[in-house]
């Protein structure tokens, strides 16, 4: 039996396919509702004739939208609205309609990002972005109707460009530079016990800062040899599939110790394995952000004398592996750790941590 024009609006309604939906608000876009936000934006009411309880279409049809919105992990869906609220706001402050965008205003939206100095990757996160939201309300992505190539175009001419500048890679923070960043985290308080397991944690696993945050007590097994964390989620496997990630017990920056002292205070009940401070010292029941990780590594390298503007995020990730190379490891066990889909990018640590050794010039310079 063929669908109804009512049947056929009202998978339009659940599934975002027609137009005139209201836009994603601001309220969305915050960090703990962004993936909440991301299904009310999708979704709507089902008509009261078809909510029955036990109605099957009723049940098939949510759950077909639920699948839906899990398609992107929450911290994409978190990037997507904030970059579609602010190519929103950049319309509207100049009179462009965005939805649907014309292709010549969003290659002038790319200029002008590259212009406040965005990274090409994050310029290129605001194209997806604008992509992700046409398709969700029905109609056909810019870059697909850009016969023109103004987009493409654009966008090339941006990451040519941006090869041209020097790198802005925060620099690799050394095991030496870590166990001097960790003593300068005295004390027994709350926020030094927390402080310290993440910053050996985070190096110790070469974990990403989205990779932190996202960890819960369940992740954590404690075994003979150090620990094994689990990784549900993360940049490379978007899938949930899961990654076990082996923790060496450790002597010098040890690890291990120091998570077993921060889970002394932090309790065993399930939930984030590293909790907000408040100014007081007190610890809550909400989750770090991933800002906070970059704060916090920013923080103890200016306390060891160096410059916190060199330093963020991916410092911890990147010292595991220089050190690894330095000390001999193999490309196929630092991708154990590192969980890196192409070798390309471990063989430029490699490169990096070996540039003097060998050194053709050694002998007669």
């Not at 005139?20 to 962004?34: F, Q, T, W």
């Not at 193999?330 to 063989?347: C, F, G, P, W, Y």
Request: proline share 4%.
């Amino acid at each position: 039996m063929p669908f109804t024009d009512s049947r056929n609006g009202l998978w339009e309604r659940q599934f975002g396919t027609g137009k005139g939906r209201k836009k994603v608000d601001e309220g969305e876009a915050s960090a703990g509702n962004a993936a909440r936000g991301a299904l009310t934006a999708v979704t709507g009411a089902l008509p009261d004739t078809l909510a029955e309880p036990g109605g099957r279409l009723s049940e098939e049809i949510a759950a077909a939208r639920v699948y839906r919105t899990q398609a992107k992990a929450a911290n994409t869906l978190r990037a997507y609205i904030s970059d579609w609220n602010q190519f929103e706001g950049w319309c509207d402050e100049r009179g462009l309609e965005p939805l649907p965008a014309r292709p010549e205003a969003v290659a002038t939206y790319l200029a002008a990002l590259a212009l406040a100095g965005k990274a090409d990757t994050t310029i290129g996160r605001h194209l997806a972005a604008i992509g992700w939201k046409h398709r969700q309300d029905g109609e056909v992505p810019p870059s697909v109707r850009d016969t023109h190539n103004v987009i493409a175009d654009t966008l090339a001419g941006i990451r040519r460009e941006a090869r041209t500048r020097p790198s802005a890679r925060k620099a690799a923070i050394t095991a030496r530079e870590l166990a001097a960043m960790i003593a300068a985290a005295e004390g027994e308080g709350t926020r030094s016990l927390r402080d310290r397991a993440i910053l050996a944690l985070g190096l110790a696993a070469a974990l990403r800062r989205s990779e932190l945050v996202g960890l819960e007590l369940r992740d954590v097994e404690l075994v003979d040899q150090g620990l094994k964390l689990t990784l549900r989620h993360s940049k490379t496997d978007q899938e949930g599939e899961g990654q076990v990630i082996a923790v060496p017990a450790g002597k010098v920056l040890k690890p291990v110790e120091r998570l077993k002292a921060w889970l002394a205070v932090r309790g065993h009940g399930a939930g984030p394995l590293f909790y907000q401070i408040d100014p007081q010292g007190r610890l809550t029941d909400e989750p770090m952000s991933d800002r906070s990780i970059v704060r916090l590594i920013q923080k103890y390298a200016g306390r060891v004398g160096l410059d916190p503007e060199t330093v963020g995020g991916h410092s911890l990730r990147a010292g595991f592996l220089t050190e690894a190379s330095r000390n001999g490891a193999t490309i196929a066990k630092m991708q154990e750790v590192s969980r890196h889909k192409k070798v390309e990018v471990l063989l430029g640590y490699v490169r990096s941590a070996e540039l003097f050794e060998d050194h053709a010039g050694l002998v007669f310079l």
